[in-house]
T-cell receptor, first 110, second 115 residues
Framework: QKEVEQDPGPLSVPEGAIVSLNCTYS??????FMWYRQYSRKGPELLMY????GNKEDGRFTAQVDKSSKYISLFIRDSQPSDSATYLC??????????FGDGTTLTVKP | DGGITQSPKYLFRKEGQNVTLSCEQN?????MYWYRQDPGQGLRLIYY???????QKGDIAEGYSVSREKKESFPLTVTSAQKNPTAFYLC??????????????FGDGTRLSIL
């Protein structure tokens, strides 16, 4: 079983919808949680970075971490066609290497 | 602008040939990483280096080699021993783990294919 499991998708939503992207993990030592956005043929771009449990908001994006359930989510409000990309979750322990999910491909239709 | 530059963007390898992928960063980061990404899969760590002249194997190091002679540069050689090299290769850097908790920043990748 993988340490990090990400909802595989693909996900297709109409413009303006609220999108929920999710990952679960098994390693209770993970403390730092990241979400990356990756456009086709490009490198991943850091979207959100959180430490431990709680919520963090940045514009239309909200990252949520529930360490008791070992579950993290990324919410995108008022989704736009430009949000169409693959979203990768990543996480790591205090001084360890990052472990990535397999990615969820999102398409936002105009 | 600070960032990570990977070259070339596309690379073709013949059977039995070694090829080297370039990665240069001007972010003054100590740590650098190489990942491989296959279609529909996440990133798998090949090698990483936390300081000049030192590097460690990641999860899939077989068939690959690296060097870290300068802080800014971390080239990856895909050797002929790597039988399935076709993939998207990503280089990343970050402030050294243990000193800082900043996440990794990525280049735009090199797509390697077999001729």
């Amino acid at each position: 079983q993988k340490e990090v499991e990400q909802d595989p998708g693909p996900l297709s939503v109409p413009e303006g919808a609220i999108v929920s992207l999710n990952c679960t993990y098994s390693n209770s030592a993970f403390q730092y949680f990241m979400w990356y956005r990756q456009y086709s043929r490009k490198g991943p771009e850091l979207l959100m970075y959180t430490y431990s449990s709680g919520n963090k908001e940045d514009g239309r994006f909200t990252a949520q971490v529930d360490k008791s359930s070992k579950y993290i989510s990324l919410f995108i409000r008022d989704s736009q066609p430009s949000d169409s990309a693959t979203y990768l979750c990543a996480m790591r322990a205090n001084a360890g290497k990052s472990t990535f999910g397999d990615g969820t491909t999102l398409t936002v239709k105009p | 602008d600070g960032g990570i530059t990977q070259s070339p963007k596309y690379l073709f390898r013949k059977e039995g040939q070694n090829v080297t992928l370039s990665c240069e960063q001007n972010l003054n980061h100590d740590a650098m990483y190489w990942y491989r990404q296959d279609p529909g899969q996440g990133l798998r760590l090949i090698y990483y280096s936390q300081i000049v002249n030192d590097f460690q194997k990641g999860d899939i190091a077989e068939g690959y080699s690296v060097s870290r002679e300068k802080k800014e540069s971390f080239p990856l050689t895909v050797t002929s021993a790597q039988k399935n090299p076709t993939a998207f290769y990503l280089c990343a850097s970050s402030p050294r783990q243990g000193n800082s908790n900043q996440p990794q920043h990525f280049g735009d990748g090199t797509r390697l294919s077999i001729l």
